[in-house]
């Protein structure tokens, strides 16, 4: 397998070739056939609809070339097989392996890591079956009512969307155990705020680093040790680690039980790992973890598909990349019909730019073209009442990521004027696609839509735990199969560093260095 | 006073020119000698550093003869005489108004504006310390406990941010009265989710909807009218209503009580009226609530200096034009080192891309350079786990708007490793600014930072209501002088019709609209 910059491959030429097909697309002549047949079904029941996406037949079919050309495919199945793919930090990336096996069996140093995976999913999962059965309980023995996560980046982001995600789902359905909490920022008001809701007592925290060493976990672990004891709480009965087995943190007596992974769960995929798994175990049960697990790993395997127009992450993945590198657009917004999903965008916004924010390719040499794109957004309709005026009326063109369901998830609706609520809320978004495609001509030019802006759904029939695990896989796939396409690696992150290093330089003392001490100095450190 | 497009003045030119100064600009000088010269005090004890902006003297003085050709300050100076700024309503622009006089008294209609909101900040003042001594209560003769705000857009964003800012801070003070929650989407998961965690006997409503026809907000008051009928309570004794006098919502026996506001008070500038105003003064009482006031009308005050370097919101407002127009940058991020200010970037975001996201002049006519930016954020230390790797070491630039604070809210922190965590927090906040400005070379280019991406920072000692006050209305006057420089209406938001009028034909039944059809049919509408 041979990895290229992208603009030495023939695609990118064809492609830049077709760029006119693109900027000269004509939105208005999107029709029901047009929406008929740009719909690829995803895993669990999803689809991804691209009607409104400026691609012809002629793009499509150069994005498929370029697919080819670039063995996208067979790439993802190296990384299935357990290749080096993150090349920076020669580490295998496996947070496939968690959801079900597609590839060889992935074996280091002695181990079969398929397994080692399927143990801790099981050792979590009986854990949190014996803390729902009240066998195991805190300090007082009185039962756990709440769970909190105490975690950053990786370890926040995407295990509390999720927990957002499916909280209604679990009340409505009877699968709701444990309310779960979080305490992410080193802002001491973070951790200080959530604890001074809780009854210690009865809480449960889930420590998680994979390092054992970052900084603002470690800090709010000591913060809510301290309130334990001042409670008289013993914490190594209130606190469970997720970690490496390499951290301190690991075999650690002073938890009361500890949950591994590795180096190859990279923080921003490790949502299906321990990471997310305890915490939403015990929140809603294993069960509910497993069948999140079971919409990831269908989505997985359908990424397997070589047809572009049957597998919807990669087809995301270089509708993405044409609007990025081909019609420039530097930006992308995902806007969920959801309120279940308010915080899925935020993650969303972590596992892209963090991923594909790269401007060095995976030989570390650097590159000339544009990769990922600042990502932002939030639920409708809300955006709607907000920043949509710029997306319909703005000089720059915002691609959208439009999500929605046929259902709600608490089926507890009101009729107004003849509607439901989930009815104007789909219609809302059914009417925003639409406006944003084919926009309105005004004599008033302040209210003329130019319209000519493109947008993609993903819709199903209700979110549940495998359409949100088929969700959280479908981005997660299209991400690295972006980063296959750009031959970068999009899972380092050595972009973090500075700031640490100069941090523990700030705290350290003084740091020599002109400008550090001078902030010091504003900031009163 | 003359309104010229921007790209006819002649410091348009005199800042093309410039142009290679700020591209070229040396980052790596930047000493404590600068870091001090560029600090312009603010209200409220807060202050704007931007010594990491790439602008020298000379850029700043081409800045300043740009805010003189345009007459800014004479421009807003008229605003707030009760000029007709929002041009394509033919409407003034009063939210200044609301936290008092810096100009002539405004009449309309025989009414002196200035006395109305003044009395109307007054009836809301008695009404919360009426609810608060318990002379008010609801249906059963119980306290209220909790308000629940039913808003969307500016009735939700804005008065939700400045809520969870405080929250913490009136705990600690003893000023927390009463919780505050908040439904604003049309998603029934929305209402019906926060409706099942309250005690409703004990529940009062603000219902909030300035022309009082808000599609969202009046499908959520039936909801909550339901589920107060269920209950077998009065929602006359549980509902207020804030609203606009010729609005339906207005002297109407439905409720409790009404307050007042008028069409000069936009939307996403409505936090300092009724809009915030009765929610924030039943949550932690009108006193905390004018301290809000009183920061936002002293930073109105200081935006009438004509010296940009001592007129902060002036001077923010031009280094982004600067930044937009001339070095090319089409977002920008706000990073609070708050968690108190988790939702304040969203606020920002609408605040800033539903006023200045047009592409016409305020007489309507298309203009030919870019406007309002494309604007995200979320808190740090966070973000630096999440989406700074692409601020770091992503193809793009992103300019950065840090905000920071010596102390904490709540005063309750841990020393781990010698240090407190708002100590970490303001060390990372340190060597954030200096990472992204210097950057750091490195043989390995995957591990080497370009530096060169420009920051500013807003510090002050606290997030107090006054400074909090300060902040917001900082930024709301950043976003009318850039508008004014754009010669746009920062003040409508025809971008938002479109998607109403589609939407109605979706919900009137077959809109005879091809693609709507067709996603009315994907969507089971």
Do not use: C
Not at 41 to 70: F, H
Not at 171 to 187: H, P, R, T
Not at 193 to 206: C, G, K, P, Q, R
Not at 405 to 423: A, L, N
């Amino acid at each position: 397998m041979q990895y290229y910059n992208f603009d030495k491959t023939a695609a990118f030429k064809t492609l830049s070739a077709l760029a006119s097909t693109g900027k000269d697309f004509d939105y208005k002549a999107i029709d029901a056939e047009r929406v008929r047949n740009t719909i690829t079904p995803m895993a669990a029941g999803l689809a991804y609809s691209y009607a409104a996406k400026p691609v012809t037949p002629s793009v499509l079919d150069a994005l498929q070339a370029l697919a080819d050309e670039q063995e996208l495919v067979a790439k993802y199945q190296a990384l299935l097989d357990g290749e080096t793919m993150n090349t920076g930090e020669n580490r295998k990336v496996l947070h496939h392996l968690l959801r079900g096996q597609l590839g060889n069996d992935v074996l280091f140093e002695g181990k079969n890591l398929g397994v080692f995976y399927r143990q801790e999913l099981e050792r979590f999962s009986t854990f949190a079956d014996a803390v729902h059965a009240g066998k195991i309980t805190g300090t007082t023995g009185k039962r756990f009512t709440t769970a909190v996560q105490i975690g950053i980046g990786g370890s926040d982001l995407g295990p509390r969307a999720l927990y957002l995600a499916l909280e209604n789902w679990a009340e409505v359905e009877g699968k709701k155990k444990l309310n779960a909490k979080f305490i992410s920022n080193v802002d001491p008001d973070d951790a200080s705020a959530v604890l001074s809701t809780l009854s210690l007592e009865e809480t449960i925290f889930v420590l998680v680093s994979k390092s054992g060493t970052t900084q603002e976990t470690l800090a709010n672990e000591l913060f809510v040790k301290e309130k334990l004891k001042k409670m008289g709480l013993d914490s190594s009965r209130h606190i469970v680690a997720v970690t490496s087995e390499t951290s301190p943190l690991a075999h650690n007596k002073a938890y009361l039980n500890s949950f591994y992974m590795d180096d190859f769960i990279g923080g921003r995929y490790s949502s299906t790992s321990g990471v997310g798994g305890v915490i939403l175990s015990l929140a809603f049960g294993p069960d509910v973890f497993k069948e999140i697990l079971s919409g990831a790993h269908e989505a997985d395997a359908l990424s397997l598909e070589k047809n572009i127009r049957k597998n919807p992450a990669l087809l995301d993945a270089l509708i993405g990349v044409w609007e990025r590198n081909f019609l420039g657009f530097p930006y992308t917004a995902v806007l969920p019909y959801s309120q279940a999903l308010s915080r899925f965008p935020a993650h969303l916004q972590q596992l892209d730019m963090e991923s594909n924010g790269k401007r060095v390719n995976r030989f570390g040499q650097p590159i000339a073209y544009s990769t990922g794109p600042v990502v932002f957004g939030e639920p409708g309709t809300n955006g709607q009442h907000s920043f949509y005026q710029l997306l319909h009326q703005g000089v720059d063109i915002v691609p959208l990521q439009f999500i929605g369901f046929v259902q709600s998830q608490r089926k507890d609706d009101v009729i107004v004027d003849g509607s439901e609520s989930q009815t104007k809320l789909k219609a809302n978004l059914a009417a925003q696609i639409a406006a944003f495609a084919k926009g309105k001509n005004d004599v008033n030019a302040n209210k003329e839509f130019t319209g000519r802006r493109p947008s993609s759904l993903i819709f199903g029939r209700r979110l549940t735990p495998s359409s949100l695990g088929a969700l959280l896989a479908h981005f997660e796939n299209k991400v690295m199969f972006q980063g296959l396409v750009w031959n970068i690696n999009s899972f380092d992150q050595e972009g973090v560093q500075l700031g640490k290093t100069l941090t523990r330089k700030v705290l350290a003392g003084n740091s020599g260095d002109e400008i550090l001490e001078a902030y010091r100095k504003l900031l009163e450190i």
